[in-house]
């Protein structure tokens, strides 16, 4: 492998929020023109609860995807408190839904619908332990109580540590880990929880939110962390482990929502993430190990072939566009030193 080109298997992501509607069509591309499949996250507005709207939604993103691409939107259900454990594993079964998405209720963007007492979906959270089905968490207490700092460690001890002991055999992600609190914990648990990373979280700690000013644009949830907790972060991804797989959590929203009294949550990272991961593992020496995190990792948890086409890397600087539309991509108008060839 030449340092100045690097081909690995076609890369997924497992954590991707492709919205609806005209900004489904503006996003869409700039993911489909890397990953070959994604998990779809179901945080719309009406979330996705039912196999009749997952199987819409899909319709949805496969006719906005540009002609001739190679792309498979994975759908995931969103889990509410009158989700019915039938329901869950017909659309499973079905292969409509490769997970279920728990969001704590008013953890994130578009989760009042979400689960405030995990107790109150055991009952579907054992059907899933029974048939294989992956759990993807957000993996954060929603209790104004707890710092927002301290909202990712608190939730592992409050909900999954006890979850994981009541469920040992539901397969759980942990979706866009942000401390070493959480690594640790994902490197100590068995087989059956993984974790994805943002490349957002791999890049910034939480005082670039405030560098020289407020910085809406790195706002997102979980509020990235200390610079310990991102060292842990580049550890764990670059290590080859395969509990840690590729999760972009790209997240657009438009920049006058981000740029406001009280603005969203999000980061969009669609049109660059790959690029912005090799930089990393470049950074960190370890490009070898760029494969198993972005293309093989993630289909051997999900227990899906890897993907068989192959990308190629090259090294080059361009610039990340200022502005995507009317979203404000990661990094907007700083250089990248790799491209997709
Ligand atoms: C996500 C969004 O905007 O939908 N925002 C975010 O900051 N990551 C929701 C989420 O994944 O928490
Ligand atoms: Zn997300």
Redesign the pocket.
């Known amino acids: 492998m030449s340092s100045d080109a690097i081909t690995i298997r076609r890369p997924d992501d497992w954590h991707v ?1 492709l919205r609806d509607g005209d900004m489904l069509k503006a996003v869409l591309p700039y993911t489909a023109r890397v990953f070959g499949r994604v998990v779809v ?1 179901p ?1 719309l507005s009406p979330p996705v609860t039912t196999v009749a709207s997952a199987l819409a939604y899909r319709e949805r993103i496969v006719a906005a995807l540009p002609t001739g691409v190679n792309f498979t939107p994975l759908m995931t259900a969103y889990l509410t408190e009158a989700t019915a454990p039938d329901e869950i594993a017909r659309g499973f079964a079905d292969k409509v839904w490769v997970a279920a998405k728990l969001y704590p209720a008013n ?4 989760s009042a619908h979400g689960v405030t007492d995990i107790r109150k979906i055991d009952a579907v959270l054992a059907r899933m332990a029974e048939i294989g089905m992956p759990l993807l968490v ?1 993996g954060e207490v929603a209790d104004p109580a707890v710092d927002v700092f301290d909202r990712e460690a608190v939730f592992l001890e409050r909900v999954l540590a006890p979850l994981m002991a009541r469920q040992p055999a539901l397969r759980i992600v942990l979706e ?1 880990v942000t401390t070493r609190a959480a690594v640790t914990f994902v490197e100590e648990a068995g087989p059956n929880l993984a974790a994805t990373i943002t490349a957002h979280h791999l890049v910034i700690n939480r005082n670039a939110l405030f560098q020289d000013g407020l910085r809406p644009h790195l706002y ?2 979980p509020v990235a962390k200390r610079e310990a907790d991102r060292l842990a972060l580049r550890r764990a991804a670059t290590s080859g482990g395969a509990k840690f797989f590729l999760g972009t ?1 790209s ?1 657009p ?1 438009p920049v006058k929502d981000k740029e406001c009294d009280c603005g ?4 969009f990272s669609a049109p660059n993430a790959l690029e912005i991961y090799a930089r990393v593992f470049d950074e960190e020496n370890a490009l070898d190990k760029l494969e198993a995190f972005a293309s093989v990792n993630g289909p051997h948890f999900y227990r899906m072939p890897v993907n068989r086409e192959t990308i190629t890397l090259t090294r080059g600087e361009h610039a990340v566009a200022r502005d995507v539309g009317s979203v404000r991509p990661f990094l907007a108008g700083e250089t990248l030193n790799w491209r997709l060839a």
Not at 107 to 110: E, L, P, Q
Not at 264 to 267: E, V, Y
């Open positions: 929020h996250m945080n953890a994130t963007t578009n957000h866009h997102c949830l959590d997240a929203h969203c949550a999000g980061i």
